[in-house]
């Protein structure tokens, strides 16, 4: 009798497995490579808006080409592979920063380095504010939510394997990274706290929701949510506080260095997570 319940339980987990490699594992070391791509995708996003002068508007468009691109390629992929993921990651959070930034900025003195007389090519921005545009930000991303939960389908990433619930899951990290671009934007540049300040404070909340996983009323996969949209800042801060002038908080290291270091750092994990997961599939077929 022993052997027909070995069976399922082995037939269960072998399609548990299946269903987890469509999207990682939620470890730590998604989290510090979550943290390394929204660094990157704020420093690269300003690279390319800012230092090349391309400005917000066309960046934008550039960028979230580049996002859909990389997610068709994802979403065509059978299984979890960790280039594929990690790079529409970062095109999300590149296209978030140049998008929050359009919202929320336009060529007032404030948004202007000193000296410059435009934010780049194309349209200025909106000018919206980082209080407004992080409410509009919110009031999408609830909307994705609210859908996803209508449609019945779950919101634990790691059963996510169809295609209509893998669009909701990136539909809510694209604004999830805007958001959170609004919001890290914020507490670095209105909220006097600075780069610095702002990163820590970030960091403070997200030890506070890891506090918060010991506790069995708080749900799971709440906690998921708030720590990824609460990365998005972190990166944010993070990203201005290493390519930021001195004279304004930051260490000036550019955000053509910054990136490129960032970058080696990204490609570096993504590289090792490749390799751990051929390990990880080699064993699976022993």
């Not at 909307?143 to 209508?150: E, G, N």
């Not at 990290?173 to 610095?196: C, E, K, P, Q, R």
Request: proline fraction near 3%; glycine fraction near 10%; charge should be positive.
């Amino acid at each position: 009798m022993q052997q027909p319940d070995s069976l399922t339980d082995h037939h269960v987990a072998s399609t548990t497995t299946s269903v987890m490699k469509k999207l990682p594992e939620v470890t730590l070391a998604f989290w510090i490579m979550k943290i390394a791509a929204t660094t990157l995708g704020e420093t690269a996003g300003d690279l390319f808006s800012q230092t090349l002068k391309l400005g917000y508007f066309l960046t934008t468009v550039a960028l979230f080409l580049v996002f859909v691109v990389t997610l068709v390629v994802q979403l065509r992929s059978s299984r979890y592979n960790p280039f594929f993921y990690w790079t529409v990651i970062l095109s999300t959070s590149m296209a978030g920063t140049t998008m929050s930034d359009f919202m929320n900025r336009d060529a007032s003195a404030k948004y202007l380095s000193s000296g410059a007389t435009s934010l780049g090519w194309g349209p200025q921005g909106l000018g919206l504010g980082y209080p407004t545009g992080a409410a509009i930000l919110i009031s999408i991303l609830l909307v994705i939510f609210a859908v996803w939960r209508l449609s019945g389908m779950t919101f634990q990433i790691r059963d996510i394997v169809t295609f209509r619930g893998e669009a909701l899951f990136w539909s809510a990290i694209l604004v999830s990274n805007t958001l959170g671009t609004s919001m890290g934007d914020f507490l670095s540049d209105s909220s006097g706290l600075g780069y610095a300040g702002g990163a820590l404070l970030v960091t403070g909340l997200l030890a506070v929701l890891v506090a918060l996983m010991k506790v069995p009323a708080v749900p799971n996969v709440l906690l998921f949510w708030i720590a990824f949209v609460l990365t998005r800042p972190l990166g944010a801060t993070a990203g201005d506080f290493l390519t930021k002038p001195v004279a304004k908080g930051g260490l000036d290291l550019g955000t053509v260095g910054s990136s490129a270091v960032l970058l080696a750092v990204l490609f570096g994990l993504m590289a090792y997570a490749q390799v751990r997961e051929r390990k990880d599939n080699g064993a699976q077929r022993a």
